[in-house]
């Protein structure tokens, strides 16, 4: 994993939409898997920013409600297109999300898994996590090697996002996930966290044993894993100085 340590959040999206807009630039054609959430936001303003082409970019969400239509100002099909596809020139066509309103919710995952793999599978992934380590919906205990399926929302999850519901009461108990062997099977993963209340999942995550009990951690098995961080978010890890360095001295050419 490569741990990238900015001062701020803002400073942070700033490497890592150069990052997405070097993917879009070099291959034209690149499927990206995308994530929602208060996380993302900075990062898709970024990217709005730049002007990319995204006319041969596909994308596919790694989550999204069971029982929220499209239209739903919650469901994450209204999050992508209110804060992403409507400012770049992506084609519908191309964008893919789970379909929280599916009849047949397993014939419909197997069906997401096979359009992820026609597409040629997933080049870059972004990425946020959750308070107790969860990465898409996988909650804690989600097998490691899970493929997209519904799941049940802990109480913790409902709760952090009841901010967006209203309420608590509001915030639907199942989604639909890419698993996490969904997610080890893209080529490379993007995590971003921000804030104080990642600090700890983020240690978890990154040095403390693979676990499902913190679904974020089975990134130690994915080979090419950025995480970019602020420094709240960096607090707890044991080796901060040392992933700074790194940072500090790349050769140029892996420079971001
Ligand atoms: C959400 C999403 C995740 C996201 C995480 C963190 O509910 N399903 O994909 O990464 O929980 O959310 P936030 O960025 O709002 O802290």
Same mark, same amino acid.
């Given at each position: 994993m490569e741990i990238i340590i900015q001062p701020t959040a803002a400073a942070a999206n700033r490497v890592a939409a150069r990052l997405f807009a070097n993917v879009i630039r070099q291959k034209p054609s690149a499927v990206l898997g995308m994530a929602t959430g208060g996380t993302p936001l900075a990062l898709y303003r970024e990217l709005v920013a730049l002007q990319l082409d995204w006319r041969k970019i596909t994308t596919f969400n790694l989550d999204e409600y069971v029982g929220l239509a499209p239209a739903h100002s919650q469901s994450y099909h209204s999050f992508m297109w209110e804060n992403?596809?409507?400012?770049?020139?992506?084609?519908? #066509?191309?964008?893919h999300l789970p !379909?929280?309103? $599916?009849? !047949?919710?397993?014939?419909?995952?197997? *069906?997401? =898994?096979?359009?992820i793999r026609a597409a040629g599978g997933i080049?870059?992934?972004?990425?946020?996590?959750?308070?107790?380590?969860?990465?898409?919906?996988? =909650? +804690?205990?989600?097998?490691? $090697?899970?493929?997209?399926?519904? #799941?049940?929302?802990?109480?913790?999850?409902? #709760?952090?996002? $009841?901010?967006?519901?209203?309420?608590?009461?509001?915030? +639907?108990?199942?989604?639909?996930?890419?698993?996490?062997?969904?997610?080890? !099977?893209?080529?490379?993963?993007?995590?971003?966290?921000?804030?104080?209340? *990642? $600090?700890?999942?983020?240690a978890a995550a990154v040095e403390g044993p693979v676990t499902s009990m913190n679904p974020a951690s089975a990134l130690q098995l994915h080979p090419k894993t950025t995480v970019f961080l602020d420094e709240a978010a960096a607090a707890e890890l044991k080796l901060q100085d040392y992933y700074r360095w790194v940072y500090d001295h790349k050769p140029d050419w892996q420079k971001i």
């Open positions: 992403l596809f409507r400012h770049v020139n992506i084609a519908r #066509k191309n964008v !379909d929280g309103r $599916a009849k !047949d919710i397993p014939k419909f995952c197997a *069906k997401y =898994e096979r359009q080049d870059l992934q972004l990425l946020g996590i959750g308070t107790e380590g969860h990465i898409g919906f996988n =909650e +804690p205990t989600s097998s490691l $090697a899970s493929r997209t399926r519904i #799941k049940t929302l802990t109480p913790q999850t409902r #709760k952090d996002n $009841a901010r967006f519901f209203g309420s608590e009461e509001q915030v +639907p108990h199942h989604c639909i996930t890419m698993g996490i062997g969904t997610i080890l !099977d893209t080529r490379h993963c993007v995590l971003l966290a921000f804030g104080s209340n *990642k $600090a700890r999942a983020i």
